[in-house]
């Protein structure tokens, strides 16, 4: 299995630019998360999502937009990138069911905004 | 004040040292993660507990639920072992994660 995979590793984008984050896993998992990692702060959720077609906002939504047509696949999208885009992104899966069980992460993409 | 609070913030060992690494939290809890994240690198999961005690190798991870607190111990602590260790916890009102800031451990040969 390949886990949890992201692509680009790295991007570069101007202001006002826009572009997609990818993230897939081959564990049939359904639960999957977009988390930011800045420095000096905790990751935050972005989006999440329960399965596919369900997706729903975590602490900072705003400028992103997930779905989620397969269970393997959930994009990020940056409709209009921003300075304060500038991050590490990490991509996140893990089994669904009541019981809570270990979170994959992806490699990370590191995004700068210019 | 921050929900997870770990401490200490920059932690720096001789190989061969006895490490620990504590995580305090204020929201009632479903579970508690231990995550560790190399230089440049992705997050992979250590533990992932809700009472108790677990052990893998080096790595001990215990948790108080009545105290609010956990720790992260790593025996005989190795160069290898430098990295970000990051505590977790799932939050039983909202079911998300919320994370600390981390722990950079550096062991020195």
């Known amino acids: 299995n390949a886990g949890v995979t992201q692509t680009p590793k790295f991007q570069v984008l101007k202001t006002g630019q826009s572009m997609t984050l990818q993230c897939a896993q081959d564990m049939n998992h359904e639960y999957m998360s977009w988390y930011r990692q800045d420095p000096g702060m905790g990751l935050r959720l972005i989006h999440y999502?329960?399965?596919?077609?369900?997706?729903d906002q975590g602490e900072v939504p705003n400028g992103y937009n997930v779905s989620r047509s397969t269970t393997e696949d959930f994009p990020l999208r940056l409709l209009s990138a921003a300075p304060s885009q500038t991050s590490v992104y990490f991509c996140a899966s893990s089994r669904g069911g009541r019981e809570f069980h270990e979170q994959y992460f992806g490699p990370g993409t590191r995004l700068t905004v210019t | 004040k921050n929900e997870v609070e770990q401490s200490p913030q920059n932690l720096t060992a001789q190989e061969g040292e006895f490490i620990t690494i504590n995580c305090s939290y204020s929201v009632g809890i479903s579970a508690l993660h231990w995550l560790q994240q190399h230089p440049g690198g992705g997050i992979v999961s250590l533990f992932m507990l809700s009472s108790g005690k677990k052990k893998h190798g080096r790595l001990i991870a215990t948790i108080n639920i009545q105290e609010k607190h956990s720790s992260l111990h790593i025996t005989a602590s190795h160069p290898r072992d430098s990295a970000v260790y990051i505590c977790a916890v799932r939050s039983e009102a909202t079911n998300k994660l919320i994370f600390g800031t981390g722990t950079l451990l550096a062991v020195q040969p």
């Open positions: 999502s329960v399965g596919a077609g369900i997706t």
